[in-house]
């Protein structure tokens, strides 16, 4: 049996965001930028990675994509967002910029030797993990780590 590949798929998540500007001035400050092309109005095309976009939009853009009501993002939670950064000082750098343009900490520092991460609440509530792995010596350190956590 073959894997797919998926080589020619995009991927799209909307977030609901009280302001549009607003959030994306605050994820510019992380160093995101902003597809222009499906960007107005009432949302913001957040890249994110190769194919992958994070659409920010107002409360009534979200509602005309969305046949359910609208979750409040500081009292439930529905997904955990993480991405990742090139090294381990990323880590510290993009949550410390987000910090400074008013998100709040969620998790401190987490080392696991083979991968660190932080975690924020943005201006809407929503939560991010920012994270930094070795690949390389992922699979080395992984189950030292699990023991030692008690798992």
Same mark, same amino acid.
């Given at each position: 049996? %073959?894997?797919? %590949?998926?080589?020619?798929?995009?991927?799209?998540?909307?977030?609901?965001?009280?302001?549009?500007?607003?959030?994306?001035?605050?994820?510019?400050?992380?160093?995101? %930028?902003?597809?222009?092309?499906?960007?107005?109005?009432?949302? *913001?095309?957040?890249?994110?990675?190769?194919? *992958?976009?994070?659409?920010?939009?107002?409360?009534?853009?979200?509602?005309?994509?969305?046949?359910?009501?609208?979750?409040?993002?500081?009292?439930?939670?529905?997904?955990?967002?993480?991405?990742?950064?090139?090294?381990?000082?990323?880590?510290?750098?993009?949550?410390?910029?987000?910090?400074?343009?008013? *998100?709040?900490?969620?998790?401190?520092?987490?080392?696991?030797?083979?991968?660190?991460?932080?975690?924020?609440?943005?201006?809407?509530?929503?939560?991010?993990?920012?994270?930094?792995?070795?690949? *390389? %010596?992922?699979?080395?350190?992984?189950?030292?780590?699990?023991?030692?956590?008690?798992?």
């Amino acid at each position: 049996m %073959t894997t797919p %590949t998926h080589a020619g798929r995009a991927f799209f998540v909307t977030l609901p965001v009280a302001d549009v500007q607003r959030s994306r001035a605050f994820f510019a400050a992380l160093g995101f %930028t902003f597809d222009e092309a499906f960007s107005g109005e009432g949302a *913001a095309c957040m890249l994110v990675g190769e194919r *992958a976009s994070v659409m920010l939009g107002d409360h009534a853009t979200f509602a005309q994509h969305s046949k359910l009501p609208m979750a409040d993002p500081t009292t439930h939670a529905l997904a955990l967002y993480c991405f990742s950064v090139p090294s381990r000082e990323d880590v510290d750098r993009v949550v410390d910029a987000a910090l400074a343009a008013g *998100a709040v900490e969620a998790d401190p520092l987490e080392d696991l030797g083979f991968m660190v991460s932080r975690s924020f609440f943005d201006l809407d509530g929503h939560g991010w993990q920012v994270m930094w792995m070795a690949p *390389a %010596t992922a699979g080395q350190d992984a189950e030292p780590a699990a023991q030692g956590a008690g798992v």
